[in-house]
């Protein structure tokens, strides 16, 4: 049997921390795992500048209520979810994907969490363990699944490898270069025809 194990930004919403930057002006806040492939540290520093600009949790949700799915993308994991079991694996935290799964129609979604000081502030964050998306993954596979993960950025690579199959989704020229022994889909039609070949019902 066939589980699906998707990413959560750039599949299916657009970057959360590139938002928030626009929203903020904060031009440094538009650094992803896309551009820094050491994800402790981009959060370490982004957790820095909020606190710097005095912005707190509840400022940060305003701005990400308003995010959307992509285009296509409730029709795709709609479809998809007749298909074969779906999870979705995020590096991202309950605080700041809550206010999106209702727009997702409420998918299975595994994240981590943050720590709020007195003042409202975002003060660390917590990881379910280290590496969870890989985690999870192999997890799966020893539960007898044949896992498919999808994803887009540096923090999806060790995913990918530990999946049976392993897809990449519209990813940037330098991931694909780096990482050429995956599939790659473009857009959702091209990741449904990927998928077909392992829908078994």
């Known amino acids: 049997m066939y589980i699906v194990c998707l990413d959560l930004e750039s599949i299916l919403m657009p970057e959360i921390w590139i938002n928030i930057a626009k929203k903020t002006n904060i031009q440094e806040l538009q650094?992803?795992?896309?551009?820094?492939?050491?994800?402790?540290?981009?959060?370490?520093?982004?957790?820095k500048i909020l606190k710097s600009h005095n912005i707190k949790l509840k400022e940060v949700q305003k701005i990400i209520q308003?995010?959307?799915?992509?285009?296509?993308?409730?029709?795709?994991?709609?479809?998809?979810?007749?298909?074969?079991?779906?999870?979705?694996?995020t590096d991202?935290?309950?605080?700041?994907?809550?206010?999106?799964?209702?727009?997702?129609?409420?998918?299975?979604?595994?994240?981590?969490?943050?720590?709020?000081?007195?003042?409202?502030?975002?003060?660390?964050?917590?990881?379910?363990?280290?590496?969870?998306?890989?985690?999870?993954?192999?997890?799966?596979?020893?539960?007898?699944?044949?896992?498919?993960?999808?994803?887009?950025?540096?923090?999806?690579?060790?995913?990918?490898?530990?999946?049976?199959v392993g897809m990449l989704f519209n990813p940037s020229e330098n991931i694909i270069k780096e990482f050429p022994q995956f599939l790659i889909a473009r857009d959702y039609e091209e990741l449904k025809s990927r998928l077909k070949k392992y829908i078994t019902f």
Do not use: H
Not at 31 to 47: C, F, G, I, Q
Not at 70 to 76: H, N, P, R
């Open 31 to 47: 650094l992803t795992t896309r551009d820094v492939p050491d994800y402790e540290a981009l959060m370490n520093k982004r957790l």
């Open 66 to 89: 308003d995010i959307e799915p992509f285009e296509g993308a409730v029709s795709f994991l709609n479809w998809l979810r007749e298909k074969m079991p779906i999870i979705i694996l």
């Open 92 to 164: 991202s935290f309950w605080e700041f994907v809550s206010p999106l799964i209702e727009k997702l129609s409420y998918p299975t979604i595994l994240c981590n969490s943050l720590e709020i000081d007195e003042q409202g502030f975002i003060k660390n964050y917590k990881l379910r363990q280290k590496d969870g998306k890989q985690k999870t993954v192999k997890a799966l596979n020893s539960l007898a699944f044949n896992t498919i993960a999808v994803g887009d950025s540096y923090n999806d690579i060790s995913m990918l490898k530990e999946a049976k």
